[in-house]
């Protein structure tokens, strides 16, 4: 039987994660730079957290979370904050908390393609974005 371990990228609380779990996926870790939300992923995963900015991540980074599985699953949901309708009720750039800010331009590109560029050096993989 082939090893699977899952690495959630913008992880936050632990959702997709969660689902994960609950249909036995084993998943290694969670990726987010919200420091709010270790407890919760770690609490309701039993998962590791890493609390860092996506786009900092490296393969190497990467690789030594999945360890030695044979199927490496990286699956991430691009952050849902800027989008809510909470959101919106702030102006782009002055009122609303660093956290939740776009980018200018409004999408965040760069997470994004860091995303799709660890997806894409890993063998064995199964990428979700």
Do not use: W
């Not at 599985?69 to 849902?80: F, I, T, Y």
Request: aromatic share 10%; glycine share 8%; charged share 20%.
């Amino acid at each position: 039987m082939a090893k699977i371990s899952c690495v959630d990228l913008f992880c936050g609380a632990g959702g997709l994660t969660h689902g994960f779990v609950l249909e036995g996926l084993p998943v290694v870790a969670g990726i987010d730079m919200d420091p709010a939300c270790r407890f919760p992923y770690e609490t309701n995963n039993q998962a590791q957290f890493v609390e860092r900015d996506i786009s900092t991540v490296t393969k190497k980074e990467l690789l030594s979370l999945f360890g030695d599985a044979d199927v490496k699953v990286l699956a991430g949901c691009a952050p849902c904050q800027p989008f809510s309708t909470y959101a919106q009720r702030y102006s782009l750039d002055s009122d609303l908390p660093p956290v939740f800010r776009l980018p200018r331009g409004g999408v965040h590109a760069t997470s994004f393609f860091s995303c799709l560029a660890m997806s894409q050096s890993l063998k064995n993989r199964i990428g979700d974005l």
